[in-house]
């Protein structure tokens, strides 16, 4: 039974550094869910596994991406900053927040998140004309904004991508591939930060399914971040929106679900 847990925990989180890595969302949203509603984990440990995974899907995405140039480090160190700062104080405000009301929360962010990328993404591409720069605009409202995706990264468990991705994408004109290997590369620290926070808060009770998820987190982010190269740029904020859209949809139901059985 253990080593069939094992087995499904490390499929779960090699699907995650894929799609996390492809669409700059870290996979938090599928875990924190995974977790919560297949093990029965508090969202305390929940979140703080989850953020433990994104720390080694993101480590390989970051290598990975370096290499290939995709990484530009001042927007790198400019939203690395100013979320490690937001994740500490987001993962220091779930330790107070019931599980009924975080799933609720988590499901609402999420599925708020996903429509604006979609939304965004449509209203830039309209009319089938797309420009980017190749590098974005280097402006305060980065780093505050990059604050507000790390307050939601350590509160819920999920990576700062949902929304720093449709910002820079959608917003400032970054090219995809450039804004989604800098994220990914941001949130390296974002999640160190939040992941010593919860697992002062929990401890170690669950840390048994942590082999199984970064083994799966680190495979799955050096498969997301080679397709990241290869896809095509306004594919992957399409992409990203509609991960987003369906895993907080997902997450609304089994809150209902929950609910109702309550």
């Not at 599925?111 to 089938?128: A, D, E, N, P, W």
């Not at 290997?181 to 399914?209: C, D, E, K, Q, R």
Request: charged share 5%; glycine share 12%.
């Amino acid at each position: 039974m253990l080593f069939l847990t094992a087995i499904i925990v490390l499929a779960i989180a090699l699907i995650v550094g894929v799609i996390g890595n492809i669409a700059g969302i870290g996979g938090g949203v599928i875990i924190v869910i995974f977790l919560i509603y297949v093990f029965k984990l508090s969202p305390l440990d929940a979140a703080g596994l989850s953020l433990l995974t994104i720390v080694f899907s993101s480590l390989s995405g970051l290598i990975q991406n370096t290499r290939k140039g995709l990484v530009d480090m001042r927007l790198f160190e400019v939203m690395a900053i100013a979320a490690v700062i937001g994740t500490i104080a987001g993962s220091v405000v779930t330790n107070y927040i019931s599980p009924s009301t975080f799933k609720g929360i988590f499901s609402i962010i999420v599925i708020c998140i996903g429509l604006f990328s979609v939304y965004s993404s449509r209203t830039q591409t309209r009319g089938g004309i797309e420009g980017h720069y190749v590098s974005p605009p280097h402006s305060p409202d980065i780093g505050a904004l990059s604050f507000i995706a790390g307050l939601v990264s350590g509160f819920i468990g999920i990576g700062i991508g949902g929304i720093m991705g449709t910002y820079l994408t959608a917003i400032k004109r970054s090219t995809p591939k450039i804004a989604f290997a800098s994220i990914i590369a941001a949130m390296f620290p974002v999640t160190i930060a939040g992941t010593a926070i919860h697992f002062y808060y929990t401890g170690f009770v669950n840390i048994l399914f942590a082999p199984p998820l970064v083994i799966g987190a680190v495979i799955g982010g050096i498969l997301g971040s080679r397709v990241i190269s290869k896809a095509p740029q306004s594919s992957l904020r399409f992409f990203q929106g509609y991960i987003i859209i369906a895993f907080g949809v997902l997450s609304a139901i089994l809150y209902f679900i929950s609910f109702y059985h309550i």
